[in-house]
């Protein structure tokens, strides 16, 4: 089946350790995107990336980094440098960037602290 | 991109047609209208999106006024899995730029059997 996977469905994380979350599309989209989702709220843009090797901040990408070294991959790393990690994560795509061209989600991920 | 009103909650009787309105005044003449829903703990699903026509696919009807400041998204005989929160969007056609989407609170659609 054609779409978008996200794994783990459910990660647990120890203060101070990196983790990453995965996420995997075999629609041939060119345009990949991290959101960040807290509860009772709407999404909030962590990174995007519209090509393979390139990638931009959004409006809340401290304490996160991304790659994008395959069309098909882009996975997100939380770092140490994230002081409020607990939330639900969800990855997007689509055909490319623009107002025409409607982003897919995954399932997410949802991140809690131990 | 533009800011949108809804109702935060809704109920429609099974079978019924859902019709869930959106206020987005401020739209401009190159800003899209999206519909997306969300059941919990589930990512978004994309449903409909629309310029200035009316359009119309298998899950819904996108309904835009002629002034393009509100719209209505028609679930045509909903059932029990239409539950979920609707988000509707505006979105600006521009391929540059922060390239996300903005997500306010929805409005929370119950489907009532």
């Known amino acids: 089946d054609g779409g978008i996977t996200q794994s783990p469905k459910y990660l647990f994380r120890k203060e101070g350790q990196n983790v990453t979350l995965s996420c995997e599309q075999n629609l041939n989209h060119d345009a990949m995107y991290w959101y960040r989702q807290d509860p009772g709220q709407g999404l909030r843009l962590i990174y995007y990336s519209q090509i393979v090797n390139d990638f931009q901040k959004g409006d809340i990408a401290e304490g996160y980094s991304v790659s994008r070294e395959k069309k098909e991959s882009f996975p997100l790393t939380v770092t140490s440098a994230q002081k409020n990690p607990t939330a639900f994560y969800l990855c997007a795509s689509s055909t490319g960037a623009g107002g025409n061209q409607p982003q897919h989600f995954g399932d997410g991920t949802r991140l809690s602290i131990l | 991109d533009a800011k949108t009103t809804q109702p935060p909650s809704m109920d429609c009787a099974e079978g019924r047609a859902a019709n869930l309105p959106c206020n987005h005044s401020t739209i401009s003449g190159n800003e899209y209208v999206y519909w997306y829903r969300q059941i919990h703990s589930q990512g978004p699903q994309y449903i409909i999106h629309?310029?200035?026509n009316n359009e119309t696919n298998e899950m819904a009807s996108l309904i835009i006024t002629e002034d393009r400041k509100s719209s209505t998204l028609i679930l045509p005989h909903a059932t029990l899995r239409d539950t979920a929160v609707y988000y509707c969007?505006?979105?600006?056609?521009?391929?540059?730029?922060?390239?996300?989407?903005?997500f306010g609170k929805g409005t929370h659609l119950i489907i009532q059997p």
């Open positions: 629309g310029l200035k």
């Open positions: 969007i505006v979105r600006l056609n521009s391929g540059g730029g922060a390239d996300g989407l903005t």
